[in-house]
């Protein structure tokens, strides 16, 4: 649609550039908002130090790595909060600092040893730690147990009264038990033992039968027949995402409200264009690895990917009877073509798939169990999930065991989509600035062209808290500078930026705003990071493009 304002100033025959901008991204864009963005030159990339110092010479591409072999990237970490929510049966409030203790105390583990394979976290369920590497590998199923209840039974610690009843318990050489934290408060000496010799937690080899049909793909005999997570129905998710709208709606009016009285829209004026997002959220299985790649490649180029369904087509009241009762009933399609990259894990041929839109809704909050949208306003995340995981089993059966894509690799994943060829850059093999200038070579004013991602060392100091986690993958979006210092723009899958105070990191930015990166505004802000180019290079094991 032409606006007639801009009709007036622009030569007749002109393309408007809003209506361009909205076709080709799929998304709204207040008129106001870049009213004023064309005249300034903040908006041009800074040339400054765009690698002087480059090795390959000025002007000439970073050469990529070879491609590592399959068992080298089993990357994935589970979302902690769409497992707990899952298990729970309602939402959980992500911007309340509580939100740490219900995680560790639903996972079992201490909120700061959740997103580090080292400390053995249910989060990688299914993965073991190479030490010597910092890489993840996969565990087969001779090597994970199911727990019952009675394994989970804890000791009756009231009698305790002196260390030496610990010993009677079963905490055996108390003398060489770990201690992960003492202190002197009020002259009480006040320590935290290991104690897994007389309670035993879930972790990455022994979880519970409830989270083994959640998030991982191991299965017997009996259970590969037909496959449905706990407390949850295959249901249609349109019908689902239309049930919700009212309530989305009410929310959307009162954060307008509340915004508008805190004049938060007069002061960010070019973000309150948009009150919804369809940006693809991680489910309770240990694919971060797909769903970054998903969104990589809709970031970079919305046309990749397709959401326009279809219905079975009938020409007349004469075909009713032709037609069989599995294809009267079968309702919309979505058709997606996947791209044979290489490999016998997670590939298969060249092929279009076609879903219907059932995906897996948990009982008790109406929510999809695995990738929803961010917004929770569309759906097509949910039926590219759902399409790869049918593609990768190859089965025609439409209640695909979506835990199948449980650990993989981001930057085939974006190939597979597009069509196009995968390029990894580890870190250890480039400096910091040969990083940036990937992203920058990648990119088209600070927003990232042709799909990129990265993934993090399965172990590190660094990996305390949800913004940053071991073995995980991210999408990257872009890169901006501010003074001397250059940042790469990423996304976490979760769709989670976690409240502020639980952790900190030396060069990372956890809220980026559009006036610190004007892409922004085209996305829900929630799991946008800034990493200087430096620190990126000490957090991250690989990043890559597929082009």
Same mark, same amino acid.
């Given at each position: 649609?032409?606006?007639s ?36 030159? *903040? ?10 110092? /480059?090795? /390959?010479?000025?002007? &000439?591409?970073?050469?990529p ?25 309602h939402?959980?409030?992500r911007?309340?600092? /509580? ?7 639903? $996972? ?11 400390? =053995? ?5 299914g ?17 994970? !147990?199911i ?9 009756? $610690? ?16 108390? #003398? ?19 104690g897994? /010799? ?10 519970t ?7 991982t ?9 037909? +496959? ?5 129905? +295959?249901?249609?998710?349109? #019908? ?5 709208a ?5 929310a959307?009016?009162?954060?307008? &409200?509340?915004?508008? %009285? ?42 990749q ?5 279809? !219905?079975?087509?009938? =020409?007349?009241?004469n075909d009713?009877?032709n ?7 079968r ?12 490999g ?9 798939? *076609?879903?219907?839109? @059932? ?7 109406n929510d ?7 917004g @929770? ?9 759902k ?15 979506i ?20 390029h ?5 093999? %480039? ?41 995980h993958?991210?999408s ?23 409240p ?10 956890? =809220? ?12 829900? %802000?929630?799991?946008?990071l ?6 990126? =290079? ?8 597929a082009?």
């Open positions: 649609m032409f606006n304002e801009s009709s007036s100033s622009n030569a007749a025959g002109s393309v408007d550039p809003y209506a361009l901008f909205e076709a080709l991204t799929g998304k709204k864009i207040s008129r106001d908002a870049l009213s004023d963005a064309s005249s300034k030159t *903040e908006d041009y990339d800074d040339l400054r130090d765009i690698s002087m110092d /480059n090795r /390959n010479g000025m002007g &000439r591409e970073i050469q790595d070879h491609r590592p072999k399959e068992e080298e990237v089993m990357i994935g970490a589970i979302n902690p909060y769409a497992m707990v929510e899952a298990m729970l049966g939402k959980l409030d911007r309340n600092m /509580n939100v740490s203790r219900i995680l560790s105390d639903v $996972l079992q583990t201490d909120y700061d040893e959740l997103f580090d394979l080292k400390h =053995r976290s249910v989060l990688f369920a993965l073991k730690l190479n030490e010597q590497e910092r890489r993840a590998e996969e565990l087969k199923q001779n090597d994970v !147990k727990l019952s209840e009675r394994d989970l039974v804890t000791p009756d $610690l009231s009698r305790v009264q002196r260390l030496g009843d610990l010993e009677k318990l079963g905490l055996d050489k108390l #003398e060489q038990t770990k201690i992960k934290e003492a202190r002197i408060q009020n002259g009480k000496l006040r320590v935290v033992l290991e897994e /010799n007389i309670a035993r937690t879930v972790s990455n080899r022994a979880f039968r409830s989270m083994n049909e959640l998030a793909r191991y299965r017997d005999q009996k259970e590969q027949r037909q +496959w449905t997570p706990p407390n949850s129905a +295959w249901r249609d998710i349109d #019908e689902v995402v239309f049930q919700h009212p309530m989305r709606l009410v959307d009016v009162n954060r307008f &409200r509340l915004g508008y %009285h805190n004049n938060m829209f007069e002061a960010n004026s070019d973000c309150n264009h948009v009150s919804r997002f369809d940006d693809p959220v991680q489910g309770a299985t240990s694919n971060s690895w797909l769903i970054a790649a998903i969104f990589s490649v809709f970031w970079a180029d919305p046309s990917i397709q959401r326009a369904s279809r !219905k079975p087509h009938r =020409r007349n009241e009713r009877g037609m069989q009762d599995e294809d009267m009933n309702g919309r399609r979505l058709e997606i073509k996947f791209h044979d990259k290489g016998k894990r997670n590939n298969a041929d060249t092929r279009t798939i *076609e879903v219907d839109y @059932e995906v897996p809704i948990n009982k008790s909050s999809p169990i695995y990738c929803r949208a961010s @929770e306003n569309d759906i097509w995340p949910a039926l590219y999930e399409a790869y995981a049918k593609w990768i089993t190859r089965t025609n059966n439409e209640r695909p065991d835990t199948q894509t449980a650990h993989g690799d981001p930057i085939k994943a974006m190939a597979q989509i597009n069509g196009r060829e995968p990894y850059y580890f870190t250890e093999r %480039h400096q910091s600035q040969d990083i940036l200038g990937v992203v920058r070579q990648n990119s088209v004013n600070f927003k990232t062209i042709c799909p990129m991602a990265a993934f993090t060392h399965a172990s590190g100091y660094m990996y305390r808290g949800s913004n940053l986690v071991a073995n993958a991210y990257v979006l872009g890169w901006t500078n501010h003074g001397e210092r250059q940042y790469i723009i990423l996304r976490n899958p979760w769709g989670v930026t976690e502020m105070g639980l952790t900190a990191y030396p060069g990372l930015i956890d =809220r980026v705003e559009p006036s610190f990166w004007r892409p922004a505004c085209l996305l829900d %802000h929630e799991g946008v800034a990493v200087e180019a430096h620190a990126f =290079r000490e957090y991250f094991r690989c990043i890559g493009v082009k």
